[in-house]
C-alpha cells in the first residue's frame, strides 16, 4: 500500500522541550511538505523540500526545523523557540513542487503544558 | 483581507439534500482550484479539481468555478451521512513552485 505514515498520532511535550514528528511516505514523491492546522484556519505550510537535501521555509517557519536525509522521509523538529506549538500538524507529499495533487499523512496532534 | 475566504460553518442539512459550499479568493492569479475533504482528526484527501473556470462533474460532486466573480463552488447532491466532514478549498497559482493557498475549511453535517 502507497502512502504517507506520520507518528505518533498524539504527541504530549512540556514546555521547553524539542520535539520531533516522524513522516515517511512510499509513493516516490520528490516534493514533501509540512503543514500546521488550528482551529477555524486554513493549512499554513512550515516548510517544504523540493528534492533531497534540500529545503524551504514556508509562511510559519519560526520555531520549527526539518532535515531531508532521505527522499522517503521529511521529519519535523518543533523547538522550544516555538511560541505556540499545540496544533495539528499535517505532513504531505506530491510528485513534484508543480503538482496540484498533494497526498496527505493521518497527522500528528501535538500538545505542549 | 484574507487571500482565501471560506465559511467556517458548521452546516448542517438532512440526508438528501443539496449541498453548497464556497470559496472565494482575492489573488486573480489563482490556476488550479481544489477541493479536499477531511473527516475528524484525518488528513485532507483531494475530492476534485479543476484548472481555470468552469465545471466539473464527479458522481455527486460537481466544482465550479468563476474567475470573473473569484468564487469558487462545490455542490453536493443527494448527500449522505457519510459526507460529514470538513471540506476545505485550495488554490494555487499557475507558475510552478509556488505554494498552496487554503481556506480554513467548512464543517459539514448530513443528519440522517
Known amino acids: 500500500d502507497g502512502g504517507i505514515t506520520q507518528s505518533p498520532k498524539y504527541l504530549f511535550r512540556k514546555e521547553g522541550q524539542n520535539v520531533t514528528l516522524s513522516c515517511e511516505q512510499n509513493?516516490?514523491?520528490?516534493?514533501m511538505y509540512w503543514y500546521r492546522q488550528d482551529p477555524g484556519q486554513g493549512l499554513r505550510l512550515i516548510y517544504y523540500?523540493?528534492?533531497?537535501?534540500?529545503?524551504q521555509k514556508g509562511d510559519i517557519a519560526e520555531g520549527y526545523s526539518v532535515s531531508r536525509e532521505k527522499k522517503e522521509s521529511f521529519p519535523l523538529t518543533v523547538t522550544s523557540a516555538q511560541k505556540n506549538p499545540t496544533a495539528f500538524y499535517l505532513c504531505?507529499?506530491?510528485?513534484?513542487?508543480?503538482?496540484?495533487?498533494?497526498?496527505f499523512g493521518p497527522g500528528t496532534r501535538l500538545t505542549v503544558t | 483581507q484574507k487571500e482565501v475566504e471560506q465559511d467556517p460553518g458548521p452546516l448542517s442539512v438532512p440526508e438528501g439534500a443539496i449541498v453548497s459550499l464556497n470559496c472565494t479568493y482575492s489573488?486573480?492569479?489563482?490556476?488550479?482550484f481544489m477541493w479536499y475533504r477531511q473527516y475528524s482528526r484525518k488528513g485532507p484527501e483531494l475530492l476534485m479539481y479543476?484548472?481555470?473556470?468552469g465545471n466539473k462533474e464527479d458522481g455527486r460532486f460537481t466544482a465550479q468555478v468563476d474567475k470573473s466573480s473569484k468564487y469558487i463552488s462545490l455542490f453536493i447532491r443527494d448527500s449522505q451521512p457519510s459526507d460529514s466532514a470538513t471540506y476545505l478549498c485550495?488554490?494555487?497559482?499557475?507558475?510552478?513552485?509556488?505554494?498552496?493557498?487554503f481556506g480554513p475549511g467548512t464543517r459539514l453535517s448530513v443528519l440522517p
Open positions: 479543476t484548472y481555470s473556470s
Open positions: 509513493l516516490n514523491h520528490d516534493a
Open positions: 523540500s523540493q528534492i533531497v537535501n534540500d529545503f
Open positions: 485550495a488554490m494555487l497559482r499557475s507558475d510552478y513552485g509556488q505554494n498552496f493557498v
Open positions: 504531505a507529499s506530491s510528485l513534484d513542487r508543480g503538482a496540484y495533487e498533494q497526498y
Open positions: 489573488n486573480s492569479a489563482f490556476q488550479y
